[in-house]
């Protein structure tokens, strides 16, 4: 059964960083690309950014050079390290495993976890 549970969501003021954790079992990360979304109230699921099984990176651009996506194989686990954080930023974050198809898209992902919370206050 694969699981995915993020953590590291809170409360923090706009300029300040977060890093979210993303722990996957049941699926192997280093053969599998996995994905960062976020949601905000009212807002259809968008995404954050992806990194493929080679380690490739990419971020939608409102977080380039912001945010970081990385993986510790080891660890089974993916992570997103949030820098310069602004407002627009508050929004659940979930982690995701992706079957196929563009990574933009929320239907390439097949395994999702709950999702956790991120609020910048300004």
């Known amino acids: 059964q694969v699981q995915l549970v993020e953590s590291g969501g809170g409360l923090v003021q706009a300029g300040g960083s977060l890093r979210l954790s993303c722990s996957v079992s049941?699926?192997?990360?280093?053969?599998?690309?996995m994905g960062w979304f976020r949601q905000a109230p009212g807002n259809e699921r968008e995404f954050v950014a992806h990194i493929s099984w080679t380690g490739a990176t990419y971020y939608t651009d409102s977080v380039k050079g912001r945010f970081t996506i990385s993986r510790d194989d080891a660890k089974n686990t993916v992570y997103l390290q949030m820098n310069s954080l602004k407002p627009e930023d508050t929004a659940v974050y979930y982690c995701?495993?992706?079957?196929?198809?563009?990574?933009?898209?929320?239907?390439?992902?097949?395994?999702w976890g709950q999702g956790t919370q991120v609020t910048v206050s300004s």
């Open positions: 995701a495993a992706r079957q196929g198809g563009r990574y933009e898209y929320p239907s390439s992902y097949n395994y």
């Open positions: 049941g699926h192997t990360v280093r053969r599998n690309d």
